[in-house]
T-cell receptor, first 110, second 113 residues
Framework: DQQVKQNSPSLSVQEGRISILNCDYTNSMFDYFLWYKKYPAEGPTFLISISSIKDKNEDGRFTVFLNKSAKHLSLHIVPSQPGDSAVYFC?????????FGAGTRLTVKP | DGGITQSPKYLFRKEGQNVTLSCEQN?????MYWYRQDPGQGLRLIYY???????QKGDIAEGYSVSREKKESFPLTVTSAQKNPTAFYLC????????????FGPGTRLTVL
């Protein structure tokens, strides 16, 4: 039962362009959402988060958008850089529960 | 440097043997977690501990055991009862319970031969 889904296992983008990573969730009790970035052979690191009382949160090149009615969030990276190449996990929290998506592997080509 | 360490990075064991994965943090975090990652799946929670000497089962606790005798340490034992133990194991910690923002260790890849 995957309560958090990242339907694109991989994404390839040209350097300088926008990367958009998507995440869908099914549990309406989730009220806090996070994005983690993972390089090979390392643990995930926290990137950006958003509370359900907001619909947008921005931090430098990274912006997370939340559409509660659609139970959908997205991470925008602009401009994309080769160093952004990694696996990105979205996570959803709420009601003392936390779930992760399967991850999307982003490749940014120089 | 504060952080979470997991050792070893790679671990090989024969089928039927118990194996213990180490997780240590010096972040003074109260809560610690163990996750398992398999290809094509999100991280799945095995066990978590919100305070010393207390821990709760996650979604896939069967075949695993933990202890939390010290705040800094949360070792995970993969027992012979675990049907499919080969996986990538991640330990995490957070300041408080209810998960909050978790900090992850580098992971241990366990291969059972």
């Amino acid at each position: 039962d995957q309560q958090v889904k990242q339907n694109s296992p991989s994404l390839s983008v040209q350097e300088g362009r926008i990367s958009i990573l998507n995440c869908d969730y099914t549990n309406s009790m989730f009220d806090y959402f996070l994005w983690y970035k993972k390089y090979p052979a390392e643990g995930p690191t926290f990137l950006i988060s958003i509370s359900s009382i907001k619909d947008k949160n921005e931090d430098g090149r990274f912006t997370v958008f939340l559409n509660k009615s659609a139970k959908h969030l997205s991470l925008h990276i602009v401009p994309s850089q080769p160093g952004d190449s990694a696996v990105y996990f979205c996570a959803a929290m709420g009601n003392n529960d936390m779930r992760f998506g399967a991850g999307t592997r982003l490749t940014v080509k120089p | 440097d504060g952080g979470i360490t997991q050792s070893p990075k790679y671990l090989f064991r024969k089928e039927g043997q118990n194996v213990t994965l180490s997780c240590e943090q010096n972040l003074n975090h109260d809560a610690m977690y163990w996750y398992r990652q398999d290809p094509g799946q999100g991280l799945r929670l095995i066990y978590y501990s919100q305070i010393v000497n207390d821990f709760q089962k996650g979604d896939i606790a069967e075949g695993y055991s933990v202890s939390r005798e010290k705040k800094e340490s949360f070792p995970l034992t993969v027992t012979s009862a675990q049907k499919n133990p080969t996986a990538f194991y991640l330990c995490a910690s957070s300041r408080g319970g209810n998960y909050n923002e978790q900090f992850f260790g580098p992971g241990t890849r366990l291969t059972v031969l």
